[in-house]
Nanobody, 123 residues
Framework: VQLVESGGGLVQAGGSLRLSCTTS????????VGWFRQAPGKEREEVLC????????YYADSVRGRFTGSSDIAKKSLYLQMNDLKPEDTAVYYC?????????????????WGRGTQVTVSS
């Protein structure tokens, strides 16, 4: 099983970034996949999750309206479009996959993780 994030970087406040996560080694179409982030000194928190089997998406309140998640089953990939970025969005962003078919919002439900990509938003 592999999940590999890409697309992180440094951006000014108000800017945009698009993260990608390519996966392999598991039946992507049956899994719930998600994006999480962890800032220094803080716990890992969910940004959004997508149930590939149900076609539903959940967004954390802190990103709703600014971030958009998408999942491409044919490419076994998920994406995170981040707009209107704020300094408080600065974190390492991880993609993850859960065998749960329903939306799950806490890290302990996710069995597979990428290594993360750094996103830094300057003020």
């Amino acid at each position: 099983v592999q999940l590999v994030e890409s697309g992180g970087g440094l951006v000014q406040a108000g800017g945009s970034l698009r993260l990608s996560c390519t996966t392999s080694g598991f039946p992507f179409e049956h899994y719930t996949v998600g994006w999480f982030r962890q800032a220094p000194g803080k716990e890992r928190e969910e940004v959004l999750c997508i149930s590939n089997s149900e076609g539903t998406t959940y967004y954390a309140d802190s990103v709703r309206g600014r971030f958009t998640g998408s999942s491409d089953i044919a490419k076994k990939s998920l994406y995170l479009q981040m707009n209107d970025l704020k300094p408080e969005d600065t974190a390492v962003y991880y993609c993850a996959a859960s065998t749960m078919a329903i939306l799950v919002s806490t890290p302990e439900w996710y069995e597979h993780w990428g290594r993360g990509t750094q996103v830094t938003v300057s003020s």
